[in-house]
């Protein structure tokens, strides 16, 4: 693990959360994109030494629906910068560490990612972010 690229935070809404950020906090939103894979609509905020990333639910199906659904707004994960995500997730598993998926898949800005079960993170969702 390098660093912390980024702490996901499940809304119901971007558009009006974003003020929030953008107004009230006066941090910058770096971009907006839908991410099919993940059934999300992400923005990316920046706050100086991490990314927060806020996470919008495209249709129900969602994992962050569910989230919201059983816990509300707030934060989901918080995400690793690695590099070779396939030997990370090779090392984790070989250590006896769960994961949600044992094979990357796309996420936001092109980059691959993986989640660790939050049951092995001790009840915190940790996500491996690898932007090759």
Request: proline letters at 4%.
């Amino acid at each position: 693990m390098k660093n912390v690229d980024h702490i996901g935070i499940a809304v119901t809404s971007i558009e009006e959360v974003l003020p929030f950020y953008t107004e009230t906090l006066s941090l910058k939103c770096i971009g907006i994109e839908d991410v099919e894979s993940e059934n999300v609509k992400v923005a990316f905020i920046d706050a100086g030494n991490v990314r927060l990333e806020l996470l919008e639910p495209l249709n129900e199906s969602s994992a962050i629906a569910k989230f919201l659904e059983s816990r509300g707004q707030g934060i989901h994960h918080i995400a690793f910068d690695v590099n070779n995500i396939e030997e990370r997730i090779k090392e984790l598993k070989e250590k006896g560490i769960r994961m949600i998926q044992d094979v990357p898949k796309p996420g936001a800005h092109g980059a691959q990612v993986a989640f660790l079960h939050p049951k092995a993170g001790h009840g915190v969702l940790y996500e491996l972010c690898d932007k090759g």
